[in-house]
């Protein structure tokens, strides 16, 4: 009985595919117009026309399936359709190859289930600019094509084996997987079970659990555990920065020494940008050996990447050179094979997400984890947001080749137009501007016209508009209530034109149901439905809040009533603030971090605490830091240290780092972190209040205070930690701020302190 399922692309993939790896025949058109294309060709045909044929056949122990895209029983025809942009006759000669062995195999599958002696064979390309086909047939008979499906299938049977034996160790090693610590940490436990029960049950679970509890490991080993008994061909766990990505590493690695015989494979997945050997190169083999006979050395790097068990970023970058192929194009291949793949929110989540798509084509059965899941709402949102610059278009123009000046000319001349009907300095469109979406996309055209030539990148200021002009209209195409467009002044000059999505739901939710199962997980989830419903999560989905380890005699959390950090009020607040900081500092000396909601609020404090109190150190966050000043600042909190930092509340220093024992004692909290109130919020706030009926709260109150606890949160980082939280502004004694609170702080109407600055 066949054991190992592929699709006919992917088994194509595997077997045809050679040469360079060239990258000039695209950006495709987007899924939006090759649905539309093949809707055009497919509407082109007879009544007896027949699309997306399920074909499936066997061979050894492969099961090969997939879609025909039409078969004419009239002309005995099977159809393989290629929506492309341009001529056609720049194809590189691999991808043709590739489309051929592609529809051979659909054609020797239709022979075999209905007996047919002979098959046509056609490969239509339909141009999305010209709504032109070019033809290309070929007449096959039974013998002829089953001989070939034969040899691909063939060249492919000892890596599916191989495949079929790595499969059966893992899941035999994790059934008997055992915990790799002695114990489970106070609250690890309760996550790792609802967590465990997500999977069986295959839903969704939004788990707020407290930091110092081991999270990680926490929701990566039920995860594992579950596998083998649910099928689980993968597990996604996606974490939103640098630290958390690694943390996963860590916790991959832990789980994997633990037991030798886990043949567990791992890979950490890193941006194009970050892994791109030479940047001043074009992605094809004329341009960058790296490109250069790709596919000719891709089996033994491929072999040699899955020989590491735990293969981040830097291991993965060794072994493709080592085989003088592209490290990033090398991870997405090594993606495929993988059990557990880290990597960015973008890879699942985005529009052209790639772990996403890869789940859809090849019907794998994957459980989505998401850490610090906080961060999610804001993230999707930019996935599926744009805004294009009118300076940034005249800076593209400036540098274009004569080529491009007419798209773009026009372009420009229709933005103005926009412009002069629209003279108010903030204005949401009722629609999509129509005359203006219409000259971009022919923009985006001549510009994709002019890639498949190119032997280098475009000039910066051109590619970085074109990314963005393809992004915009790519967003236009699924443009709905979700979402806004506005009109609106640019801080440098001119104009920006925007879509800006409030409501990622309408994005996210065909995630959330591809998956068996997605665990969002973070210290501060709270309330639940803020985010189930702003991300689309199912109605199934599950919510825990686990019991923190922590207790409040380890936190004093003192509410400072008598100052309000209000704008009006910021001026008369100084004096009282800085009072206060000194007066805790000279009651304990030691290391703290004072959060402020703006750099101006930050640069003020620090200014007046600097005048009055010159014997107490301080640090400052600066605006743009880069990774070596992040790392300086945070290196001057030690256990030996004293001293004071001054860091903008939800910024690099808000939440992320980790300063246990003497490294951190207390925090100062001078905002409630509300976004600020101006037009564009305010018509976030309008959407949400439509949508949820939750207006102010889902837009300023739920994200403000879920900043003010992720600072908190640096205070206490184990058991073991004591320390002061003084939250600075007389909001924070109202019931509706302190009810979301962390219970375990215990800030209740007779604990809150008006303590006079």
Not at 100 to 126: D, I, M, P, S, T
Not at 216 to 236: C, E, M, N, R, Y
Not at 485 to 501: Q, V, W, Y
Not at 718 to 745: K, M, N
Request: charged share 20%; glycine share 6%.
């Amino acid at each position: 009985m066949a054991a190992y399922v592929v699709a006919v692309r992917a088994l194509c993939e595997f077997t045809a595919k050679v040469g360079d790896l060239d990258l000039r025949f695209t950006p495709s058109p987007t899924a939006q117009e090759g649905m539309a294309g093949h809707g055009i060709v497919t509407g082109r045909r007879g009544g007896n026309y027949q699309t997306e044929l399920s074909l499936s056949g066997d061979f050894g122990p492969l099961h090969v399936r997939g879609r025909a895209d039409g078969y004419d029983p009239d002309q005995n025809l099977i159809e393989e359709i290629k929506t492309h942009r341009g001529d056609l006759a720049r194809t590189p000669a691999n991808h043709r190859q590739l489309h051929w062995a592609q529809v051979r195999v659909y054609g020797h599958l239709l022979c075999a289930a209905r007996g047919l002696a002979e098959v046509n064979l056609a490969l239509v390309y339909f141009d999305i600019g010209s709504q032109a086909e070019t033809v290309l047939r070929e007449t096959r008979t039974a013998t002829e094509l089953a001989a070939l499906f034969a040899a691909q299938c063939t060249r492919f049977v000892a890596w599916a084996e191989q495949e079929l034996a790595h499969r059966a160790a893992r899941d035999t090693a994790l059934t008997t997987l055992r915990f790799p610590h002695a114990n489970f940490r106070p609250g690890q436990r309760q996550l790792a079970e609802n967590i465990f029960k997500a999977q069986v049950a295959g839903r969704c679970l939004l788990a707020q659990a407290p930091t110092g509890i081991g999270k990680t490991v926490g929701s990566l080993f039920p995860a594992l555990k579950a596998a083998p008994a649910h099928k689980l061909d993968k597990i996604f766990f996606l974490a939103a920065k640098t630290p958390g990505r690694q943390l996963a590493l860590d916790a991959a690695a832990t789980i994997t020494a633990s037991d030798p015989a886990l043949p567990l494979r791992v890979l950490e997945l890193a941006s194009r940008d970050k892994s791109c050997e030479h940047p001043d190169k074009a992605c094809h083999g004329e341009s960058c050996p790296l490109a250069r006979g790709f596919y000719d050395r891709l089996p033994a790097a491929r072999a040699a990447a899955l020989g590491v068990r735990v293969l981040d970023r830097a291991t993965l970058r060794d072994v493709a050179l080592a085989h003088a192929v592209c490290p990033y194009y090398l991870g997405s291949e090594i993606t495929r094979w993988s059990d557990v793949i880290v990597g960015d929110y973008n890879y699942y989540f985005d529009g052209g997400a790639m772990l996403y798509g890869l789940a859809q084509a090849n019907g794998w059965r994957v459980s989505v984890l998401v850490d610090e899941a906080h961060n999610m709402v804001a993230r999707a949102r930019s996935m599926y947001s744009c805004t294009l610059e009118r300076v940034a278009l005249k800076a593209a123009k400036a540098v274009a080749p004569a080529m491009l000046q007419k798209a773009l000319d026009k372009l420009d001349r229709a933005w103005g137009t926009l412009v002069k009907a629209n003279p108010v300095p903030y204005q949401v469109l009722p629609a999509l501007p129509d005359k203006l979406l219409a000259a971009l996309q022919v923009a985006v055209s001549a510009t994709t016209e002019l890639l498949v030539d190119a032997t280098a990148p475009l000039e910066p200021a051109l590619q970085r508009f074109y990314f963005d002009a393809l992004h915009f209209t790519r967003l236009a195409e699924s443009f709905g209530p979700h979402s806004l467009c506005d009109l609106a002044p640019a801080e440098r000059a001119g104009s920006t034109l925007s879509i800006r999505n409030i409501v990622p739901a309408h994005y996210l939710a065909p995630r959330f149901a591809q998956a068996h199962s997605t665990t969002l997980f973070s210290a501060t989830l709270s309330p639940w439905n803020y985010y189930s419903d702003a991300l689309g999560m199912p109605a199934s989905t599950g919510w825990i809040d686990v019991a923190s380890p922590f207790h409040a005699s380890q936190l004093a959390v003192h509410v400072v009533d008598r100052i309000s950090t209000r704008y009006q009020h910021r001026a008369a607040s100084l004096a009282p603030i800085v009072a206060l900081m000194a007066h805790q500092y000279a009651d304990a000396p030691g290391n703290y971090l004072a959060f402020f909601s703006s750099f101006d609020y930050l640069e003020q404090v620090a200014s007046l605490f600097a005048e009055r109190h010159p014997e107490i150190p301080v640090w400052l966050q600066a605006r743009r830091m880069n990774e070596t000043e992040r790392a300086a600042f945070l290196a001057s909190f030690t256990e030996d240290s004293r001293g004071i930092g001054f860091a903008v509340l939800g910024g690099a220093f808000g939440e992320g780092i980790d300063l246990p024992g003497a490294r951190l004692v207390g925090a100062f909290v001078a905002t409630l972190g509300l976004p600020q109130i101006n037009p564009v919020n305010e018509q976030v706030r309008l959407r949400m209040q439509a949508t949820f009926g939750a207006g102010y709260d889902y837009t300023y109150l739920y994200p403000g205070i879920q900043k003010v606890v992720q600072a908190a949160g640096r205070v206490i980082r184990t058991e073991f930690d004591r320390g002061v939280v003084y939250l600075i502004d007389d909001r924070f004694a109202q019931p509706a701020v302190r009810a979301l609170l962390p219970a375990w702080w215990g800030l209740d109407t007779d604990t809150v302190s008006a303590t006079a600055a």
